[in-house]
């Protein structure tokens, strides 16, 4: 699992714990479905919910090993809302707003293909592929590695970055320049933008894959 997915069920299965208060391996199917349903009824997000829900099988399932507590647990059904989408305009305005290139050439990559931020933060020098115009992304969701497009546009200003920052390994390195920056660094630099552009105070670095995708259509 991915570490964002490992932190939820963590912070999942410490509320399940303070409901419970019991030891969770006397826990009954009943008691489950009780926590499900008390959690849809006080008007909780359809996704936190099934993340719970998920939680409670990948742990009775797969580390108790006692599935008959989760055959019939309750779902929530999904939220059919549409995600945030900024206009082409309010991109070029938060681009713009980039303190320094690196955090310009960080919300450019996340926006121009289209990543996650736990995917950008992780590119590597070798993942810029500019002979064939993509970018390799390794381990995304689900572990998965896929490819995507890097844009002309995109590829100039990794030059121009890559001759000033000149980075090594990591495309975006943290402080000690062994590992990356954070997801918190990530979030910083574009509340930073965001704030300095003047736009959409909800928006986030996922927005920018939401308006990449709905740009491309």
């Not at 009824?41 to 090993?65: C, E, F, P």
């Not at 008959?68 to 070029?92: G, H, I, Y």
């Amino acid at each position: 699992y991915s570490p964002n997915t490992r932190d939820n069920y963590r912070l999942h299965m410490l509320r399940f714990l303070g409901w419970l208060r019991n030891d969770p391996t006397l826990a009954i199917a009943g008691d489950l479905r009780a926590y499900l349903l008390e959690m849809l009824n006080s008007g909780l997000s359809s996704s936190y919910v099934r993340q719970a829900r998920a939680m409670l099988i990948v742990y009775y399932d797969s580390v108790l090993k006692q599935p008959d507590k989760t055959d019939d647990l309750p779902s929530a059904k999904n939220e059919k809302k549409l995600p945030l989408v900024l206009s082409k305009e309010e991109v070029q305005r938060l681009l713009m707003a980039a303190d320094n290139l690196k955090n310009e050439t960080f919300l450019t990559l996340v926006y121009s293909a289209g990543l996650r931020a736990s995917e950008a933060i992780r590119v590597r020098i070798e993942d810029i592929l500019s002979d064939r115009n993509q970018i390799r992304v390794v381990g995304g969701k689900g572990g998965k590695d896929r490819y995507t497009i890097l844009a002309e546009r995109m590829l100039h200003l990794l030059r121009n970055y890559y001759q000033e920052y000149k980075p090594a390994d990591w495309l975006f390195p943290g402080l000690e320049h062994k590992s990356h920056i954070s997801t918190s660094t990530a979030e910083r630099i574009l509340r930073q933008a965001r704030q300095k552009a003047k736009i959409n105070p909800k928006a986030t670095l996922h927005t920018l894959r939401h308006s990449f995708a709905t740009h491309l259509l």
